[in-house]
Nanobody, 120 residues
Framework: QVQLVESGGGLVQPGGSLRLSCAAS????????MGWYRQAPGQQRELVAT???????NYADSVKGRFTASRDNAKNAVYLRMNSLKPEDTAVYYC??????????????WGQGTQVTVSS
């Protein structure tokens, strides 16, 4: 059983920073793309950032220049550094990963989500 566990959410004032972490565990052969998505109340889940196994990143326009995704392949982990946070960044943040459990089998896995609230 493969799972993703997130941590690092919380309450922060506008302009502040947070760092989210997500670690994969279980029977893992290889992890391809990892990413972060978010869902605000009443909104659809949206892409925040993705990072592939080579370290190439892709960001939503709304977070470019403020958020940075990184990963540690040795730890099967992905991180999201969030700076200059705005109230509109308030959402539940979900980790996602495309995980190969064997050479021929892969799964797309979601974490349980972590709440980020930006408010004064």
């Amino acid at each position: 059983q493969v799972q993703l566990v997130e941590s690092g959410g919380g309450l922060v004032q506008p302009g502040g920073s947070l760092r989210l972490s997500c670690a994969a565990s279980g029977s893992i052969f290889r992890i391809n793309t990892m990413g972060w998505y978010r869902q605000a109340p009443g909104q659809q889940r949206e892409l925040v950032a993705t990072i592939n196994s080579g370290g190439s990143t892709n960001y939503a326009d709304s977070v470019k220049g403020r958020f940075t995704a990184s990963r540690d392949n040795a730890k099967n982990a992905v991180y999201l550094r969030m700076n200059s946070l705005k109230p509109e960044d308030t959402a539940v943040y979900y980790c996602n990963a495309d995980i190969r459990t064997t050479f021929a089998s892969s799964q797309n896995i979601w974490g349980q989500g972590t709440q980020v609230t930006v408010s004064s």
